[in-house]
């Protein structure tokens, strides 16, 4: 019995050894051994690894991108008002050995930090530069958070502000504020609406009347051009007519009765008026003595006919 009890506790003891000789470090992680409380370089990199039990032993240190929540707290502004500031910190540990033996707590510590950067910048600002300058403030915490954990082996790779609140009635002061310029940039807006629509409306009445006159003046060009066309046409209808009929009298050889008779009928259209004097021409003076040497002969019958002379003098007017 005896001599089948020690093989089995020594087997168990070689298993126990064993498993705490055999040690898993995973990718994320690495391993940091301590040989009787001494560091022992280097670090262990991932898988399976050895360590001599109860001599050595393995710290491992997660290399991981981590989080920290910096808590609010209030913060007075340069122009003394009172804001809750928060932040969260993005890090990732870089050297394993120097975050196990150069700092005792590092999120506490990064914590107090951030707590204590952030009041010291938020303080050197206005109420308003803080609100519109998150990404200032968060590039001047995550610049003096990396800088002072570099020597802790860790890489601070962001911060974040998450709000800063103002007090109630500074609030609700700058509601009135944004309510009241929103207002004035809507008068301005409408303003300047009614100011584009007089200018439109003016320049529309411009160009109404500019195209108003230039269809008057094309209108009285066509007009004219009309009316020159007609009188150009009368002319050359009184220019074919007096043609022809100077063509015909020519061409019938007209005496001078006929000659004296036409004068008298045309002397009879002008008498019928309302001119008090009528010019006769010369010719009218000889038919008239013409008439009267014919009248002459029918009275009495001598052999011969009076003779006749035609006035040699220019017309005389005569009156009614």
């Known amino acids: 019995m005896e001599a089948f009890l020690f093989p089995l506790v020594f087997g168990i003891f070689l298993l126990i050894l064993a498993a705490k000789a055999l040690r898993v470090i995973r990718p994320f992680e690495k391993g940091v051994v301590e040989t009787l409380g001494k560091y022992s370089a280097p670090p262990r990199e991932p898988g399976l690894t050895f360590i001599m039990p109860f001599f050595q032993t393995l710290i491992k240190v997660d290399t991981r991108e981590q989080v920290i929540d910096v808590p609010p707290q209030e913060v007075i502004t340069k122009d003394n008002a009172a804001v809750t500031v928060d932040a969260v910190i993005y890090f990732r540990v870089t050297d394993p050995v120097r975050v196990i033996y150069n700092i005792a707590n590092f999120q506490y510590a990064a914590v107090k930090l951030a707590q204590t950067n952030l009041r010291n910048i938020v303080g050197d600002m206005e109420l308003d530069q803080t609100l519109t300058s998150r990404e200032k403030i968060n590039g001047q915490l995550r610049q003096v958070l990396d800088e002072a954990t570099d020597e802790w082996g860790v890489k601070v790779v962001r911060v974040e502000i998450q709000k800063i609140e103002p007090p109630a009635d500074i609030t609700n002061a700058m509601s009135k504020q944004m309510k009241a310029e929103?207002?004035?940039?809507?008068?301005?807006?409408?303003?300047?609406?009614?100011?584009?629509?007089?200018?439109?409306?003016?320049?529309?009445?411009?160009?109404?009347?500019?195209?108003?006159?230039?269809?008057?003046?094309?209108?009285?060009?066509?007009?004219?051009?009309?009316?020159?066309?007609?009188?150009?046409?009368?002319?050359?209808?009184?220019?074919?007519?007096?043609?022809?009929?100077?063509?015909?009298?020519?061409?019938?050889?007209?005496?001078?009765?006929?000659?004296?008779?036409?004068?008298?009928?045309?002397?009879?259209?002008?008498?019928?008026?309302?001119?008090?004097?009528?010019?006769?021409?010369?010719?009218?003076?000889?038919?008239?003595?013409?008439?009267?040497?014919?009248?002459?002969?029918?009275?009495?019958?001598?052999?011969?006919?009076?003779?006749?002379?035609?006035p040699a003098a220019p017309p005389k007017p005569m009156g009614r």
């Open 182 to 310: 929103r207002e004035k940039r809507a008068a301005i807006l409408e303003s300047e609406g009614f100011k584009q629509s007089a200018i439109l409306k003016a320049e529309g009445e411009r160009e109404s009347a500019i195209l108003k006159a230039e269809g008057e003046r094309k209108s009285a060009i066509i007009k004219a051009e009309g009316q020159a066309q007609a009188v150009r046409t009368l002319a050359d209808a009184e220019k074919f007519r007096i043609e022809t009929v100077f063509n015909a009298i020519h061409a019938g050889n007209p005496d001078a009765g006929l000659i004296a008779v036409r004068s008298l009928e045309a002397l009879e259209k002008v008498a019928d008026g309302k001119a008090t004097k009528i010019f006769l021409p010369s010719e009218v003076g000889g038919a008239l003595a013409s008439l009267g040497a014919m009248a002459e002969v029918f009275r009495t019958t001598p052999p011969k006919a009076p003779e006749v002379t035609a």
